[in-house]
């Protein structure tokens, strides 16, 4: 039986050789969770901007979560998101745990 979500299969693949999430990839999710604030422009300087900034709130932040939970099979700490509070930060709490687990 084909699979009804192939771009599980591309994602799934893409998390196989790549053990980083980019900001590229922080937006793509974002987006396709949360979709996009109007007048905020998420291909502009962002990293340093918060959530608040950005137009999205804590809900948002967590569907996010759970969306790269899922696409990179990883489990995130929830103490941890409370100090991610801008797309820098929040890379580096899950590239931490991507490094973590590709060291294993």
């Given at each position: 039986?084909?699979?009804p979500?192939?771009?599980?299969?591309?994602?799934?693949?893409?998390?196989?050789?790549?053990?980083?999430?980019?900001?590229?990839?922080?937006?793509?999710?974002?987006?396709?969770?949360?979709?996009?604030?109007?007048?905020?422009?998420?291909?502009?300087?962002?990293?340093?901007?918060?959530?608040?900034?950005?137009?999205?709130d804590?809900?948002?932040?967590?569907?996010?979560t759970?969306?790269?939970?899922?696409?990179?099979?990883?489990?995130?700490?929830?103490?941890?998101?409370?100090?991610?509070?801008?797309?820098?930060?929040?890379?580096?709490?899950?590239?931490?745990?991507?490094?973590?687990?590709?060291?294993?």
């Amino acid at each position: 039986m084909p699979d009804p979500y192939p771009e599980h299969a591309t994602h799934q693949k893409q998390r196989e050789t790549m053990e980083r999430l980019e900001l590229d990839d922080l937006k793509r999710i974002l987006r396709e969770c949360a979709g996009e604030e109007e007048g905020v422009d998420l291909d502009g300087d962002v990293l340093d901007l918060n959530w608040f900034e950005l137009g999205y709130d804590s809900l948002a932040v967590l569907q996010t979560t759970g969306h790269i939970e899922r696409e990179y099979d990883v489990l995130l700490d929830e103490e941890a998101l409370d100090d991610a509070d801008t797309p820098r930060r929040y890379l580096a709490m899950v590239n931490e745990v991507l490094s973590a687990r590709a060291a294993v």
